[in-house]
């Protein structure tokens, strides 16, 4: 299982992020109030789906 971390200097805080739609279990989400990216690491299942989502690098393996 993998350990994901969300960096969010390092996003572009696009509302239509591509990691959002990727993630199954929505740990990666759009934030209602500042609509940019935002994680919920209690949601992660580590299944590493977002790794390869992020044109930016702002979801990394730790």
């Known amino acids: 299982m993998t350990t994901i971390a969300f960096d969010p200097d390092a996003c572009d805080r696009n509302p239509y992020c591509p990691v959002t739609r990727a ?7 759009i934030d209602k109030r500042t609509f940019s990216p935002a994680f919920d690491a209690s949601k992660c299942t580590g299944c590493g789906t977002c790794l390869t989502s992020c044109p930016h690098g702002a979801v990394r393996e730790l």
């Open 23 to 29: 993630c199954p279990t929505g740990a990666m989400y």
